[in-house]
């Protein structure tokens, strides 16, 4: 197939360089626009981002030209890596403008009319769409990804639907990577933990329901959750130990299969950055963790391990993944992707 180009806004961030990076060999996106603050505007990409990824900067992105974030000048497809700040008006302009907008922003994840995918478990949500532009008068959309924590939680619960979600509690331990760059203080979180990151566990418990609910994500989720947000010295990757209340009494086996057995349309479409598994079930009984087991999948796969039941609640289980990948630049770029397989919306 012909390429489809694709703008980037946010692109000299850290979210941004992640989109830049990971779409360097895409089979089917082609960066060719990169947007950012006024302060950038005019610059050669190689100098307006101080890239802070292990990998090389791609040299396709070297020699753009930095421009100014404002609908028309760049791609129908943007992927939005602006800082909450000010990602809601000027996203909302760009999908006026006619563009598509993949959101990794909090500020329309909410939006009853805004689809919060993960596509391996909420796909059918992208039909609320059609309502969106209708309501909206937009001739373009918004596609909003979760919260960096809640699609890992997401993925640990979707494959316990089965068995009827009742209630959960989620204690996270989230990488310094999850604040930006320069990110939390050194003499703040080494050799310690920091017990708060400012409206995270609202997110994560609000977004949740929304992601597992009904009626294209109109409809939240019944389960009650509570959530415990700190923030640890690890760079990327964000642990979470996850106790659940089920409906059904379920075995441990019938509960491990249901982990291992779990895909969703991504795996069934094969799409191109789609992980084979989507849940890595562990075994032994000091996994996941984040220095080995973060890049699974290409960053794409949440590791579940200590898996067993719980003398609170049902069962209890550690579930892993990779913030600024699969939490951040790598979930758009699995919904673009599941857009254009689906609606063939973005050519």
Same mark, same amino acid.
């Given at each position: 197939?012909?390429?489809?180009?694709?703008?980037?806004?946010?692109?000299?961030?850290?979210?941004?360089?992640?989109?830049?990076?990971?779409?360097?060999?895409?089979?089917?996106?082609?960066?060719?626009?990169?947007?950012?603050?006024?302060?950038?505007?005019?610059?050669?990409?190689?100098?307006?981002?101080?890239?802070?990824?292990?990998?090389?900067?791609?040299?396709?992105?070297?020699?753009?030209?930095?421009?100014?974030?404002?609908?028309?000048?760049?791609?129908?497809?943007?992927?939005?890596?602006?800082?909450?700040?000010?990602?809601?008006?000027?996203?909302?302009?760009?999908?006026?403008?006619?563009?598509?907008?993949?959101?990794?922003?909090?500020?329309?994840?909410?939006?009853?009319?805004?689809?919060?995918?993960?596509?391996?478990?909420?796909?059918?949500?992208?039909?609320?769409?059609?309502?969106?532009?209708?309501?909206?008068?937009?001739?373009?959309?918004?596609?909003?990804?979760?919260?960096?924590?809640?699609?890992?939680?997401?993925?640990?619960?979707? #494959?316990? @639907?089965?068995?009827?979600?009742?209630? +959960?509690?989620?204690?996270?331990?989230? =990488? /310094? &990577?999850?604040?930006?760059?320069?990110?939390?203080?050194?003499?703040?979180?080494?050799?310690?933990?920091?017990?708060?990151?400012?409206?995270?566990?609202?997110?994560?418990?609000?977004?949740?329901?929304?992601?597992?609910?009904?009626?294209?994500?109109?409809?939240?989720?019944?389960?009650?959750?509570?959530?415990?947000?700190?923030?640890?010295?690890?760079?990327?990757?964000?642990?979470?130990?996850?106790?659940?209340?089920?409906?059904?009494?379920?075995?441990?086996?019938?509960?491990?299969?249901?982990?291992?057995?779990?895909?969703?349309?991504?795996?069934?479409?094969?799409?191109?950055?789609?992980?084979?598994?989507?849940?890595?079930?562990?075994?032994? #009984?000091? @996994?996941?963790?984040?220095?080995?087991? +973060?890049?699974?999948?290409?960053?794409? =796969? /949440? &590791?579940?391990?200590?898996?067993?039941?719980?003398?609170?609640?049902?069962?209890?289980?550690?579930?892993?993944?990779?913030?600024?990948?699969?939490?951040?630049?790598?979930?758009?770029?699995?919904?673009?992707?599941?857009?254009?397989?689906?609606?063939?919306?973005?050519?």
């Amino acid at each position: 197939m012909t390429k489809i180009d694709v703008g980037v806004l946010g692109a000299t961030g850290m979210v941004g360089q992640q989109f830049v990076a990971r779409l360097e060999h895409h089979p089917w996106f082609n960066v060719a626009w990169v947007a950012a603050s006024e302060r950038s505007e005019g610059k050669r990409y190689d100098l307006a981002s101080a890239w802070r990824l292990p990998t090389p900067m791609p040299e396709a992105v070297r020699g753009l030209i930095v421009d100014v974030c404002e609908p028309g000048r760049g791609p129908t497809v943007v992927f939005s890596a602006l800082d909450a700040g000010v990602a809601g008006d000027v996203e909302e302009a760009f999908a006026r403008a006619g563009h598509i907008v993949l959101s990794n922003a909090r500020n329309h994840r909410m939006d009853p009319l805004v689809p919060l995918l993960v596509p391996e478990i909420n796909a059918d949500h992208l039909s609320v769409l059609a309502v969106q532009r209708k309501v909206k008068g937009w001739s373009g959309a918004i596609v909003a990804n979760p919260n960096c924590s809640t699609v890992v939680l997401a993925m640990a619960l979707a #494959p316990l @639907r089965r068995f009827g979600l009742v209630s +959960a509690v989620v204690s996270t331990m989230q =990488a /310094v &990577s999850g604040a930006g760059y320069p990110g939390v203080p050194s003499y703040d979180i080494l050799g310690n933990l920091v017990p708060f990151i400012g409206g995270e566990e609202e997110k994560i418990e609000s977004e949740i329901l929304k992601i597992l609910g009904t009626d294209e994500g109109r409809t939240n989720h019944s389960m009650a959750i509570s959530a415990h947000a700190n923030r640890v010295p690890v760079i990327d990757g964000h642990t979470m130990t996850v106790s659940v209340r089920l409906e059904a009494k379920a075995q441990l086996d019938d509960v491990r299969e249901a982990f291992r057995t779990f895909a969703g349309r991504p795996q069934e479409l094969k799409l191109p950055t789609a992980p084979m598994p989507a849940i890595l079930l562990r075994d032994e #009984p000091d @996994r996941p963790q984040p220095r080995l087991d +973060a890049e699974r999948g290409g960053g794409m =796969a /949440v &590791s579940i391990g200590r898996l067993r039941p719980c003398p609170v609640m049902s069962y209890r289980l550690v579930a892993l993944g990779h913030n600024t990948v699969r939490g951040a630049a790598g979930a758009s770029i699995l919904n673009a992707e599941l857009m254009q397989a689906e609606l063939q919306c973005l050519s």
